[in-house]
């Protein structure tokens, strides 16, 4: 589901940009003279976006331009953090691993992910498991979600993950340390009758 929204956003996004890169080089085009549609608001050099009785109506406030110029400069820096979360990855594509030469390797992110995600899963109480991996890939985190049976012990299976999955990921890896976030989640089931 996160890479519909992702995929949603993204195309969002760049139909903002596309519509705000047309209008403003609309409006430039009317300023330099070229030729506009007749339906345009701005339609010669001599036209403006704020005509000189806008622009003295609030001269007398002189909070009012400094205003807009902060409102303005928020929303141009909100709208470049936007754009560059769009390009950040949320789930990392590879982990360097320590391969004794000084060298390296990388390991497929997506590779160490199922591993763990398999490894998780067959731990008592769990019914299924997810694993994503985040960070950098020289020192990356994992984020696991564990959907626990309704007989299970969350606290041994944590343990268990801790020892045994996370443990043999961190090692076979070569990583000094893989912090993890575990979130856990009981399976829906039907009250069981007891007679």
């Known amino acids: 589901m996160t890479a519909v929204l992702s995929t949603v956003n993204r195309v969002l996004l760049g139909l ?4 705000l890169i047309c209008g403003g080089g609309a409006v430039l085009a009317a300023g330099l003279g070229f030729s506009v549609p007749s339906w345009w608001p701005w339609d010669g050099k001599t036209d403006v976006l704020l005509s000189r009785a806008d622009r003295d109506r609030w001269r007398a406030d002189g909070w009012w331009w400094p205003t807009v110029i902060v409102v303005l400069a928020v929303l141009v820096v909100l709208a470049l953090w936007w754009f560059f979360a769009q390009l950040r ?3 990392l594509a590879e982990v360097l691993v320590e391969s004794g030469d000084g060298e390296g390797a990388l390991l497929r992110g997506r590779a160490l992910e199922d591993v763990l995600a398999g490894e998780a899963g067959t731990l008592d109480g769990v019914s299924r498991a997810q694993v994503m991996l985040v ?3 020289s ?3 994992a984020r696991i979600r564990l959907l626990m049976e309704p007989h299970a012990a969350p606290g041994e299976a ?4 801790t020892d045994e999955a996370l443990a043999h990921a961190r090692d076979s890896a070569g990583l ?5 976030e575990v979130r856990l989640r009981a399976v829906k089931h039907r009250a069981e009758r007891v007679s």
């Open 135 to 137: 960070g950098r890939r």
């Open 158 to 161: 944590l343990g268990r993950l």
């Open 89 to 91: 990855r949320a789930r």
């Open 16 to 19: 903002a940009g596309l519509l």
């Open 139 to 141: 020192s990356p985190q």
């Open 176 to 180: 000094a340390q893989l912090p993890a």
